[in-house]
């Protein structure tokens, strides 16, 4: 099996597959979760709909099977070479594999897989040969952030177009499938929220053809490739959200799902904070990732059970309010607990 980049060049079918590596880079600054985009190459440029430039892609690169012993080495070095940052965390998510998620495997070209990683990084200036940008995670997903309660647009754009969705079904059983998967996923009609269903939500949005990304790939053309309208329908009807090239809004929704998820029973957060914190400054970065406000002192007993952190005997004043201690991870954690998560005491009201 051949091995190459999802950016390559040669798209002719002869049996092969190309690899590439998507990388979600998520740093969280100033209580906003905030992702590395680049911009896209010329041949996907258009396919991110309005706004797309802006939105851009994920970073990605070929794994190079003679240079790089692992996909993880293989990551970390073109992104480095890429934006001169030098990843820490690193995961891996899911491989992406639909058979039509690249344009030119539409059109008879080379099969595309990509697996996809997550990272965890502290924000800073990235310099390489890609043009990047620091993107608002929710900019993508804004019915995911319920900090300051219920996003507005479940109630007045999500909840009635997804009812007209379940009401265009076939027969009334199809109608009502929709309709139970409609209201567990974005939990209508009484069904609970559950905040890491991200990526259930996304291709539930996409299935309905409420996302730019359905709406294009339903309309490439014969050849393969990426339609630069919309059909004469402009952006009418889609769900507001920052879209993105390929699949690329998929493999953020799977991210922000799996790290949601890991808060609970693994210390991730802590690759995300500086060697010492306050424990406001803990809390809001849970609370970043988790789209949700906690209970200050219910978070706070939390911790200390689990005994997460340790008091440093430094003060810090410049907290608009009384002077507060600086903590530490205690990394001894690892050895004692099994799952030493933050996890998520009762959302504030």
Do not use: C
């Amino acid at each position: 099996m051949a091995l190459k980049s999802e950016s390559g060049s040669n798209g002719e079918s002869n049996g092969t597959v190309s690899i590439g590596l998507n990388a979600v880079i998520v740093a969280v600054t100033d209580e906003e979760p905030r992702l590395l985009t680049v911009r896209p190459s010329g041949r996907l440029r258009g396919q991110a709909g309005k706004g797309g430039r802006e939105s851009g892609a994920l970073p990605f690169g070929p794994l190079d099977p003679e240079k790089d012993r692992t996909l993880e080495l293989g990551l970390t070095r073109w992104v480095r070479e890429q934006t001169n940052l030098e990843l820490g965390y690193v995961e891996q998510l899911y491989t992406f594999g639909d058979r039509d998620r690249e344009p030119r495997s539409r059109s008879g070209g080379r099969r595309v897989l990509s697996v996809g990683y997550l990272a965890l990084v502290r924000e800073g200036q990235v310099a390489g040969r890609e043009e990047t940008s620091w993107r608002p995670w929710y900019e993508f997903f804004p019915w995911e952030d319920w900090r300051r309660g219920r996003p507005p647009l479940i109630d007045a754009a999500i909840e009635p177009a997804l009812d007209r969705w379940v009401e265009g079904g076939k027969d009334p059983l199809r109608r009502q499938e929709h309709r139970e998967r409609a209201d567990i996923t974005f939990g209508l009609r009484g069904a609970p929220w559950d905040g890491e269903r991200v990526l259930e939500r996304y291709e539930l949005l996409y299935e309905a053809g409420l996302v730019f990304e359905a709406r294009r790939d339903s309309e490439l053309s014969s050849a393969g490739e990426p339609a630069t309208g919309m059909g004469g329908r402009g952006e009418a009807g889609l769900v507001p959200g920052r879209s993105m090239v390929l699949d690329h809004r998929r493999i953020v929704a799977t991210a922000l799902g799996r790290l949601r998820g890991k808060i609970r029973y693994r210390p991730v957060v802590f690759e995300l904070l500086p060697p010492t914190f306050t424990y406001l400054q803990l809390q809001r970065v849970v609370e970043a990732l988790a789209g949700v406000r906690l209970h200050k002192q219910n978070f706070r007993r939390l911790v200390e059970k689990g005994g997460l952190v340790e008091g440093t005997g430094q003060l810090v004043s410049d907290t608009g309010g009384r002077p507060a201690e600086l903590f530490r991870f205690r990394h001894e954690v690892l050895r004692e607990r099994p799952t030493p998560g933050v996890g998520l005491p009762g959302v504030h009201s």
